[in-house]
């Protein structure tokens, strides 16, 4: 084969046209150039912050959608970007292969192979990468330089075609803008993007889109480690204060006594250890968004001043008589059930309600399905980076093993189980060649985590109110953990996931009483 025919030139045009999903329109165009260029893996990636990101692939491992590859670390890639025209690597070229170990029509290391890569350019600016495969040695050496160029303007076409229908330049903006309000340790923990394509997934960033331009509160619900901060962040940047802060408190990790002057700030001498004035976060955050995380962990009198200034946007310092004016947005986070915690009388019903103006449940990682290996990619690459290695993959047993796994942890879990994992593939096998994490390098464990001993509700003869079941509830199954815990409180408080101030409290308020025996 010299050249493509005009008819497949054609009908790939035409699908410029057509009404389709981002991802159906770049299967298509992959699908069509495999028939006119035959080869092994195919890809189609956009350039992003000095990243290629892949956005379809064909013949590459599921996890390759992950990944994103940064430049300064893969040499043809970079070479594609600046030759600024189609570049077909020598089958002994020594750059090493960003898809290595990657290919499903190759286990283990590629062979001496065909590598074509083509950079994707409109209005002078590069905006992605097709990458073409094929375990044929020359296999494109006799394509010509203009057909090649012909499909490059062909595959760019798409891609500029798909960036102006759904908004990713904008998005794009608002994610650089995203990344400079928030902490380099923060991006490198979670990501700046929510990832995964599930059924979940979708709805979860159509809701999103549907409320982000607003200005609702928005409680943000889920289980320890889905992701809730990513989503606040993603709440922010596509929020109509995008230029305004994000700023963040964990309501969790502050001592009650402190919460207040955190949250809106005191003036200097306001109380013992006050030497200079504070602006709280209220205030840091005026005219953006503020984020409290762990909300359901405030105390109850915390509770009745933030109530005031989400009704009123009026915060006082602690130590000020005059009140202050701040316009916020708040977005709060938890992974306790506060329906219940009203029940039980542990959160106030009215900040409840004005906290889940809009409420957000975040999905957990279980329910997401092929997303994990997605995740698996993104964090396999951000490992392979920190150790230095050539290559970083999961073994087909491994990817059937992290699907069937139920994640009580969730994304969370699924980043330090890789980085684990990893570190022990480098042990058995070296940080030479590529390192595959097999599954007896992965410690999950699939038996479900022990739970503690839950009391029994009252027969259905002694009925009582909810709050009143509620509280007997509590009542059992904190002295049970108390007497198993030999009555120490902060052995029951770790037991029963609470701050051990507030298992206290709670306690005194259920009449539980500890007698010590004097010897």
């Given at each position: 084969m010299t050249d493509i025919n005009h008819s497949l030139l054609v009908s790939i045009a035409l699908d410029l046209a057509t009404s389709l999903a981002n991802e159906d329109r770049f299967d298509r165009l992959l699908t069509a150039l495999r028939k006119a260029i035959p080869c092994d893996a195919i890809a189609l990636l956009a350039y992003r912050e000095s990243q290629a990101v892949p956005l379809a692939i064909q013949g590459l491992s599921t996890d390759t959608r992950g990944r994103r590859f940064h430049l300064d670390d893969h040499p043809r890639f970079k070479a594609i970007a600046d030759a600024g025209r189609p570049v077909r690597f020598?089958?002994?070229?020594?750059?090493?292969?960003?898809?290595?170990?990657?290919?499903?029509?190759?286990?283990?290391?590629?062979?001496?192979?065909?590598?074509?890569?083509?950079?994707?350019?409109?209005?002078?600016?590069?905006?992605?990468?097709?990458?073409?495969?094929?375990?044929?040695?020359?296999?494109?050496?006799?394509?010509?330089?203009?057909?090649?160029?012909?499909?490059?303007?062909?595959?760019?076409?798409?891609?500029?075609?798909?960036?102006?229908?759904?908004?990713?330049?904008?998005?794009?903006?608002?994610?650089?803008?995203?990344?400079?309000?928030?902490?380099?340790?923060?991006?490198?923990?979670?990501?700046?993007?929510?990832?995964?394509?599930?059924?979940?997934?979708?709805?979860?960033?159509?809701?999103?889109?549907?409320?982000?331009?607003?200005?609702?509160?928005?409680?943000?619900?889920?289980?320890?480690?889905?992701?809730?901060?990513?989503?606040?962040?993603?709440?922010?940047?596509?929020?109509?204060?995008?230029?305004?802060?994000?700023?963040?408190i964990n309501c969790a990790a502050l001592p009650e006594q402190l919460i207040e002057s955190e949250l809106f700030g005191h003036t200097k001498g306001a109380f013992t250890g006050a030497a200079n004035a504070r602006t709280g976060k209220f205030l840091l955050a005026?005219?953006?968004?503020?984020?409290?995380?762990?909300?359901?962990?405030?105390?109850?009198?915390?509770?009745?001043?933030?109530?005031?200034?989400?009704?009123?946007?009026?915060?006082?310092?602690?130590?000020?008589?005059r009140v202050q004016l701040v316009d916020v947005r708040v977005i709060a986070a938890t992974n306790r059930n506060l329906k219940a915690e009203v029940a039980a009388g542990r959160f106030r019903a009215d900040l409840y309600h004005r906290l889940s103006v809009y409420p957000i449940k975040v999905p957990p990682l279980r329910s997401r399905g092929a997303d994990i290996l997605l995740l698996a990619g993104f964090f396999l690459e951000n490992t392979r980076r920190r150790l230095g290695l050539k290559q970083l993959k999961l073994g087909q047993a491994t990817q059937s093993l992290l699907l069937a796994y139920d994640w009580p942890g969730n994304v969370r879990e699924l980043e330090h189980c890789i980085s684990r994992s990893a570190l022990k593939a480098v042990r058995d096998q070296g940080q030479q060649g590529f390192v595959t994490i097999n599954p007896g390098h992965c410690d999950l464990d699939s038996t479900p985590a022990p739970q503690p001993n839950r009391p029994e509700l009252p027969a259905d003869d002694h009925p009582l109110s909810l709050k009143a079941a509620v509280d007997a509830f509590q009542r059992k199954l904190i002295s049970d953990v108390l007497a198993r815990e030999e009555h120490n409180w902060s052995a029951t408080a770790r037991h029963l996931e609470m701050d051990r101030a507030n298992l206290q409290r709670l306690a005194k308020r259920l009449g539980i009483r500890v007698k010590k025996d004097l010897a």
């Open positions: 020598a089958t002994d070229s020594d750059l090493p292969d960003p898809y290595d170990g990657l290919l499903l029509a190759e286990a283990g290391d590629l062979p001496v192979h065909a590598c074509m890569g083509l950079p994707l350019y409109s209005d002078n600016r590069l905006l992605g990468f097709l990458t073409l495969d094929s375990l044929q040695p020359d296999s494109f050496d006799s394509i010509g330089e203009r057909t090649l160029e012909v499909v490059s303007a062909l595959a760019a076409a798409t891609l500029k075609a798909a960036m102006v229908l759904d908004g990713l330049e904008q998005q794009a903006q608002r994610s650089v803008q995203v990344m400079q309000e928030l902490t380099s340790e923060a991006l490198s923990r979670d990501g700046s993007s929510l990832l995964g394509g599930s059924a979940v997934m979708t709805r979860l960033k159509q809701e999103l889109a549907l409320v982000a331009p607003s200005d609702f509160t928005v409680l943000v619900l889920g289980e320890t480690g889905v992701g809730k901060e990513l989503v606040a962040r993603t709440l922010h940047a596509q929020s109509n204060r995008r230029q305004a802060p994000l700023v963040h005026d005219g953006g968004t503020l984020f409290l995380d762990e909300v359901g962990e405030l105390s109850l009198a915390t509770q009745s001043k933030l109530l005031r200034t989400l009704q009123n946007g009026e915060i006082q310092p602690v130590g000020q008589d």
